[in-house]
């Protein structure tokens, strides 16, 4: 079994972005990239199956500019066994990586793609989706747990409810959520390792898939500010401030 | 123009997330409300949604193959009425999310997920960056596949309107999915996202039994959802529903009391609009406390039974 898993380069979690001032984005320059966490999580799981004996090659792909090929050789220092870049411009819509995707799909007939449930960046949640009904192959979303049971894909998802299970045919995709499992720390024999794995570019034009923007962004604005807020001394001026000033008790 | 909205429902009413879509879309156009579910929920949540304000029509679909809304037949579904729709709609929740960007791959469609702000017919405003932005976007697809942030846009009302319910033949399969299983655990408490008060807990709290013991007195008092930051619900405090932010529940009650909560910026992303944050932690320094309009520094095990006490 063949596992794909797109990564996405992204401004690491733990910086706060700033809108810039002309409002036209966010400031993105000098600042530290990193691997979209969820994506991370995909990765994992795709080298736990292989490690596990389900799978026999994890592949990594990144759609976006040459940078991106950072996050492709950390993924293969997780364990990914290869990986192709896809060029094109920095952050394409969801729309237009899944139709490379399908592309990349066609070409490596992979039985199942693992990817994060949304990039932390512009925070869409479609991708995966997206890629899944392009192919017309079931989805297993928000994954919490995933098993392979009888050749087929066991995918247990979080919902607003609870969880929920469900069982999908193969090939089939499925999206991590944070708690599928906890993503390890590659390993300086590893990321060395890493650097002598192939990895194949390739040009998003090439594929023949039409990387149009459907959105333009008008303007990026900064959130409306709360107003700074007091420190009470003692429970008692909590409640009297909630009762008499907030009046929300 | 006419819009469709995918709406759900829940414990046989219309999920308060739906009725919040329905809103936003009434700002868009005429709203014919599509209900999906086995033939017997499809019929009950047609009848409630008849009776929602702003919806001209319902269109219901009841099948076998629609009773857990899995995603692969619903969005053939509503690629099949799609025809003049100028924007199909429903609300970000985990069906909604799950269910409208696969119909609109099929359409050739982008999504434009979390609308927190109509500009106009196909210009919105999204966040960015779990929230530390906010995009104005405008879509140049000749139809508009949103899902709407359900605390930015006031639930209409659960009765008052009286439309017209048409049955859509439902001739969609799935042949490749199949529900399994689902665990909901219930509690008789306020659902997370239509609660007026939340009490949320965090690493603070130190253990599952602490999670119960410290909060459920104060969210008794209070009649108040019981909410979790991240680290509470992978460390087995709280289920994972409970999760707020930005891979969580995005909530705005009228009150949110923090305990034990640092305030990184993806929990923030799920409770910054609250009309009013109680930050209640030993740390001054917390970020949780810029966000507060009340701060209490102190040792929570202390200061939250002291405070159930006083209600
Ligand atoms: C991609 C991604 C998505 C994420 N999504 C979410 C999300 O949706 N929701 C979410 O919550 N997190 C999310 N996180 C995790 C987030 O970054 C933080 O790790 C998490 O919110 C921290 O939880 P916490 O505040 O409970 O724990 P901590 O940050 O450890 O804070 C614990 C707080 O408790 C206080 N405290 C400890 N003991 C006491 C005491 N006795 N009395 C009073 N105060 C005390 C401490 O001072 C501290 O401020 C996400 C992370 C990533 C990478």
């Not at chain 2, 053939?76 to 409208?100: C, E, F, M, P, R």
């Not at chain 2, 932690?281 to 939250?304: C, H, R, T």
Request: hydrophobic fraction near 45%; proline fraction near 4%.
């Amino acid at each position: 079994m063949k596992i794909l898993v797109p990564v996405k380069r992204v401004v690491d979690y733990n910086i706060k972005v700033l809108v810039k001032s002309d409002g036209t984005g966010v400031e993105t320059a000098g600042l530290k990239m990193s691997m979209n966490p969820f994506d991370e999580i995909a990765v994992e799981e795709a080298v736990r199956l292989r490690e596990k004996g389900s799978a026999t090659e994890v592949i990594a792909v990144s759609i976006g500019v040459q940078q991106a090929q950072d996050t492709l050789r950390t993924a293969m220092a997780m364990g990914a066994d290869r990986s192709i870049l896809v060029l094109s411009e920095e952050s394409p819509e969801p729309l237009a990586v899944a139709k490379v995707l399908k592309a990349i799909v066609e070409k490596e007939k992979p039985d199942l793609v693992f990817l994060g449930k949304q990039a932390i960046d512009d925070d869409m949640n479609a991708t995966g989706q997206m890629l899944a009904g392009l192919l017309g192959w079931g989805q297993g979303t928000f994954a919490s747990k995933v098993e392979i049971v009888d050749g087929r894909a066991e995918v247990t998802r979080e919902v607003d409810g609870g969880t929920e299970t469900v069982s999908l045919s193969v090939p089939a995709i499925v999206t991590a959520d944070l708690r599928l499992n906890e993503p390890r720390y590659a390993s300086l024999p590893n990321i060395m390792k890493a650097k002598k794995k192939p990895l194949e570019t390739i040009q998003a034009t090439d594929l023949g898939v039409d990387m149009t923007r459907r959105l333009t962004t008008v303007s990026v604005a900064e959130p409306p500010t709360r107003k700074a807020g007091i420190k009470v001394g003692s429970v008692a001026e909590l409640v009297e401030k909630l009762r008499n000033e907030a009046k929300v008790i | 123009m006419t819009v469709l909205v995918l709406v759900e429902t829940e414990a046989g009413q219309i999920r308060q997330a739906s009725r919040s879509a329905i809103t936003a879309a009434t700002k868009l156009g005429d709203v014919h409300a599509l209900v999906v579910g086995n033939a017997a929920d499809a019929e009950a949540a047609a009848t409630l949604a008849a009776k929602v304000p702003g919806v001209a029509k319902v269109l219901k679909a009841g099948a076998d193959v629609l009773a857990h809304e899995l995603a692969e037949p619903v969005a053939d579904l509503i690629v099949s009425l799609a025809g003049d729709y100028s924007h199909i709609v429903a609300a970000s929740t985990a069906v909604g999310k799950n269910v409208l960007p696969r119909a609109a791959a099929l359409l050739d469609v982008q999504p434009i997920p979390d609308v927190m702000a109509i500009v106009d017919a196909d210009t919105f405003v999204r966040p960015i960056y779990a929230g530390n932005a906010l995009a104005t976007v405008k879509s140049s697809d000749a139809k508009k596949v949103l899902t709407i942030r359900a605390t930015n846009f006031d639930p209409a009302p659960a009765e008052g309107g009286s439309a017209s319910v048409d049955a859509v033949n439902v001739t969609v399969q799935d042949t490749v999915s199949r529900f399994v299983s689902e665990h909901t655990p219930t509690s008789d408490r306020p659902e997370l996202e239509s609660a007026r008060v939340i009490v949320s807990g965090g690493r603070g709290l130190g253990s599952a039994e602490n999670f119960q013991s410290v909060l459920t007195p104060l969210a008794d008092k209070l009649g108040a959802a019981i909410g979790a930051s991240r680290v509470a619900v992978d460390s087995g405090y709280a289920e994972n529903d409970c999760q707020v932010g930005q891979t969580g529940k995005i909530v705005a009650p009228e009150l949110y009391i923090a305990v034990g909560i640092s305030g990184a910026i993806q929990h923030l992303a799920g409770m910054k609009d609250s009309k009013v944050i109680v930050a209640i932690n030993k740390d001054a320094e917390a970020p949780m406390l810029q966000v507060a309009d009340y701060a209490l520094v102190g040792d929570l095990f202390e200061v939250v039974p002291e405070l159930a006490k006083a209600l």
